[in-house]
C-alpha cells in the first residue's frame, strides 16, 4: 500500500507537469491544450488538497474550485466573459479573505490597516491611469482592488508581527497573487492584444505558484492550528 506522502509527491509532481504543459500551450496559443488543461489545475490542487489534508476544510476547496470557473472564463477573453470572470473573482477573493481570518489568530487590525494602504494607492494609482475599463466592469474592479489590498495586508501584517514559516509562505503566497493581478491588468486594460505571448503564460504562471503557494500555507496553518 502506497504510503500518503509518496502519493502526495506524486501528484505534486503531476500538478507541475500539467501546470508546465498549459503555460507552454498559452505561449502557442494552442487552445485545445489550454482548454483541457487550465481547469485541470485547480482540480489537481484539490485532490492533493484532500489527500494531504486531516481536516479537510471545505472552505478551502471552495476557493479551488472557484478558481478552476474563474481560468475556464478567462480562455474566450472576451468582454462578456471577461465581465464574469470578474464577478466569480470578486466571490473568490472574497472566500479566500475569510478564510485567512479562520486560519490566523488576527488580534490587533491596526497594523493590517496600515500595511494594507500601500497596496491600495499602488492598485488605485494603475486603475485611475487606466483609460479602457469597460463601464460594467468600473466597480467590480474598485472592489477587486480593495481586496486584493486587504489580503495583502493581511499577510504583510501577519509577516511582521510574527515572523514564522505559516506567515512566511502566506506573504510569498499573497505576492504571488498581487504579480498576478498586476499582469492580468495590464494585459486586459494596458496593453490590449500588445504581448499576448508574454502575459498569458506569466500570468498562469503566477496563478499556479500562487494557488500551490497557498496550498501549502493553509496545511501549515491546520497543523499549527491542530497543535
Known amino acids: 500500500m502506497f504510503k500518503k506522502d509518496s502519493i502526495v ?41 484532500l489527500t494531504s489534508s ?13 478558481s478552476m470557473v474563474v481560468n475556464i472564463l478567462f480562455i474566450p477573453n472576451t468582454p462578456a466573459c471577461l465581465y464574469y470572470a470578474l464577478i466569480i473573482f470578486t466571490i473568490h477573493r472574497i472566500v479566500i479573505i475569510y478564510l485567512i481570518f479562520s486560519l ?12 494594507t494602504v500601500p497596496f491600495l494607492l499602488i492598485f488605485f494609482y494603475l486603475f485611475i491611469e487606466t483609460n479602457e475599463i ?21 499577510a504583510l501584517s501577519s509577516y511582521v508581527m510574527n515572523d514564522n514559516k505559516q506567515n512566511s509562505v ?7 497573487f498581487v504579480m ?3 499582469t492580468v ?3 486586459k486594460y494596458f496593453l490590449v492584444n500588445e504581448f499576448q505571448m508574454l502575459f498569458r503564460p506569466l500570468a498562469m504562471t503566477f496563478n499556479t505558484l500562487a494557488f500551490f503557494s497557498f496550498y501549502k500555507y ?9 497543535n
Do not use: R, W
Not at 486531516?54 to 472557484?66: A, E, G
Not at 469597460?134 to 493581511?154: D, H, T
Not at 496545511?219 to 499549527?224: C, D, H, L, N, Q
Open 134 to 154: 469597460p463601464s460594467n466592469s468600473f466597480y467590480l474592479l474598485i472592489l477587486q482592488n480593495i481586496l486584493i489590498s486587504l489580503f495583502a495586508g493581511i
Open 9 to 49: 509527491k506524486a501528484l505534486t509532481f503531476c500538478f507541475f507537469i500539467v501546470a508546465f504543459f498549459e503555460i507552454v500551450s498559452e505561449y502557442l496559443a494552442y487552445t485545445p491544450f489550454i482548454c483541457s488543461l487550465k481547469p485541470l489545475i485547480p482540480l489537481l490542487l484539490v485532490v492533493i488538497y
Open 104 to 115: 490566523q489568530k488576527v488580534k490587533d487590525f491596526i497594523p493590517i490597516v496600515i500595511a
Open 185 to 187: 491588468f495590464i494585459e
Open 218 to 226: 493553509v496545511i501549515i496553518a491546520e497543523k499549527s492550528n491542530h
Open 54 to 66: 486531516t481536516q479537510k476544510n471545505p472552505v478551502f476547496v471552495i476557493v479551488l474550485l472557484l
Open 180 to 182: 498576478l493581478q498586476f
Open 170 to 176: 502566506l506573504l510569498i503566497s499573497v505576492l504571488l
